[in-house]
């Protein structure tokens, strides 16, 4: 059994075919590369794994059990969180806000619980201020938990997005263009940050167009070109597929 | 520092105030609880509601027509009156499932009108514009309150039950979930929260305390008609939350006193009142359109260090 399976996805609107047929599977702690030019199809593909858009037809399933259709709030219950192309922090909340939200779905005190500052309360809230802490430590921003989280740079941004998402303690981790608009040091820290995650643990889904970033760190690739997929396998291989070539330079290349 | 101004409060009714000044304070009173019950929806969820005044107004009239029929107590009443409205809130709650924004706000708009014809239009309930009469005094385990003294110390208890619970709920972990879908519904939701959910508790919280305040200001009027629950109201209650700063419980409820006591405080300018009230207004929100003490920094959560 995969940890994802993704089987004969489709995804229709109106005349345009997004994402077509797609077959896809990844394993436990697996860092698997999503890359095609433009339009692919990438993100709508992170939509349908994430319920944020309902699949035309095909079947998703995680650890065995069917997720199609099922609304995002659940998925990222069930075990599959993610970060956004164009960073959606709360920006009027601290860093350490945001990380508690992820922690959402692993936290369970009830309003009673709340009004009254119960025990119960009391100790949760103690417990998910250290595992959030803790988390920000992992992705080095622990110094800046006070900040709103509007103040931060681009890629300390980036970072607390990928931290607010790992607080939710996902099966599998989804990124969306995590270097898009990062400088080379930016990326070369983000590529060695990425690996870290597989040292604990994490199973990453990683849409990119920095080819360095994915050809170090992913150990399977999948290209998806006009909602399609052309290509799947090794970064070496990848680089070799003819198609994939064509893909990016155009035929005759 | 609270309880020196818990202490302070007590003393009020003790400084010989006029009871033209203890009445601006007692209805000051209903207001911030309003303006407090209103912020949780606007301030911190982010739906702008332009018909609070029906929550208000539910609960004046749940509470007048069981004080009057059933001769209950104030603890009954009330608690009855926050519960009916807190049920309508739920109701109006689900259209936000299709609905945001602007749209939203129509729809509560929409309900604000609907809750004053039924008042105005059924006679046999609400007795329509004559109103309902003779409500009787707020009783309490055999306590009557009738001097506006022990009003005060009642409206007192109930500003801060309401700023107690709303409190401690923004600090929650639900409260931090609605700030979440304010700033950003989508990234919430995929943060699992559940959208619908919380919406909804937000306005049913919202309305209960809305409808509490309504409760009060039955009994303490003893004179309730679907005038008092217009939508000019829900938009006098919207600007105190506005004025105060919206998401600082401080500020709104510093709003509710401003909006009610200005032009109290104009009143020997005669006509000119309303016209320098309005001015009041448009400076303000020129100059700090944020609110009183609309600081972010109001939102702040309790950290364990």
């Known amino acids: 059994m995969h940890k994802l399976q993704i089987q004969g996805l489709t995804k229709r609107f109106g005349g345009l075919t997004a994402v077509n047929n797609i077959d896809l599977h990844m394993d436990d702690n697996e860092i698997i590369g999503l890359i095609g030019p433009n339009g692919a199809g990438k993100t709508t593909l992170f939509n349908m794994i994430t319920g944020m858009y309902i699949p035309t037809s095909g079947k998703l399933f995680y650890q065995g059990q069917d997720i199609t259709g099922i609304k995002p709030y659940k998925i990222t219950d069930i075990g599959i969180a993610r970060t956004f192309q164009n960073i959606r922090l709360f920006l009027m909340m601290t860093v350490l806000e945001n990380v508690l939200i992820g922690l959402h779905t692993r936290t369970n005190t009830n309003l009673f ?114 909602g399609s997929k052309i290509a799947e396998g090794s970064p070496k291989e990848i680089q070799k597929n003819q198609q994939v070539i064509e893909a990016y330079l155009g035929k005759g290349a | 520092m609270i309880i020196l101004f818990i202490s302070f409060m007590t003393l009020i009714p003790f400084l010989g105030f006029s009871p033209y000044i203890m009445r601006i304070m007692i209805l000051s009173g209903i207001y911030i609880i309003l303006a407090l019950s209103l912020n949780l929806l606007t301030g911190f969820t982010g739906i702008v509601c332009l018909g609070h005044a029906a929550f208000y107004g539910i609960g004046a009239y749940t509470s007048a027509l069981l004080a009057i029929h059933f001769d209950l107590s104030f603890v009954f009443t009330a608690i009855a009156g926050g519960v009916v409205a807190a049920f309508f809130g739920l109701l109006l709650g689900l259209p936000t499932l299709r609905l945001n ?80 879908i304010r700033e950003d519904e989508v990234a919430a939701e995929a943060m699992g929260i559940n959208i619908l959910k919380y919406k909804v508790l937000a306005f049913a919280i919202s309305a209960f305390f809305a409808g509490i305040a309504g409760s009060f200001y039955a009994h303490y009027a003893s004179f309730i008609n679907p005038q008092s629950f217009t939508f ?19 500020g709104v409820a510093l709003g509710a006193i401003v909006l009610v006591s200005v032009p109290e405080m104009l009143r020997g300018l005669q006509e000119y009142r309303m016209l320098i009230y309005g001015a009041v207004l448009v400076i303000m929100m020129l100059t700090r359109p944020q609110g009183i003490l609309g600081n972010p920094k109001a939102l702040k959560i309790p950290r364990n260090n």
Not at chain 1, 116 to 144: C, D, F, P, Q, W
Not at chain 2, 233 to 250: A, P, W
Request: proline content about 2%; overall charge neutral; aromatic content about 8%.
């Open chain 2, 232 to 250: 000019d109201e829900s938009i006098q209650i919207l600007s105190m939350v506005i004025l105060g700063g919206m998401g600082s419980n401080l």
């Open chain 1, 113 to 226: 619980d709340a009004i009254t500052k119960n025990k119960r309360y009391r100790n949760e809230e103690k417990t998910s201020h250290k595992r959030a802490i803790e988390i920000l430590e992992m992705v080095g921003l622990k110094e800046r938990k006070d900040e709103y989280s509007k103040n931060l740079s681009y890629g300390e941004q980036r970072k607390l997005e990928i931290a607010r998402a790992m607080a939710s303690n996902p099966g599998i981790l989804l990124l969306d263009e995590p270097a898009a608009g990062m400088n080379d040091n930016e990326t070369a820290e983000l590529t060695r940050f990425i690996k870290t995650l597989k040292n604990f643990g994490l199973t990453v889904l990683l849409i990119e167009h920095d080819m360095r970033l994915v050809m170090n760190i992913c150990e399977r690739i999948y290209v998806f070109d006009h």
């Open chain 2, 101 to 180: 924004g602007t749209y939203l706000s129509m729809v509560t708009l929409g309900f604000c009108e609907i809750v004053r014809l039924v008042g105005l239009n059924w006679m046999s309930l609400t007795r329509g514009p004559m109103g309902l009469t003779g409500i009787p005094f707020p009783k309490i385990l055999g306590w009557v309150i009738d001097r506006d003294a022990e009003y005060f110390y009642l409206v007192l208890i109930l500003i801060i039950m309401t700023w107690v619970i709303l409190n401690n709920l923004i600090q929650s972990r639900a409260g931090i979930a609605l700030i979440a």
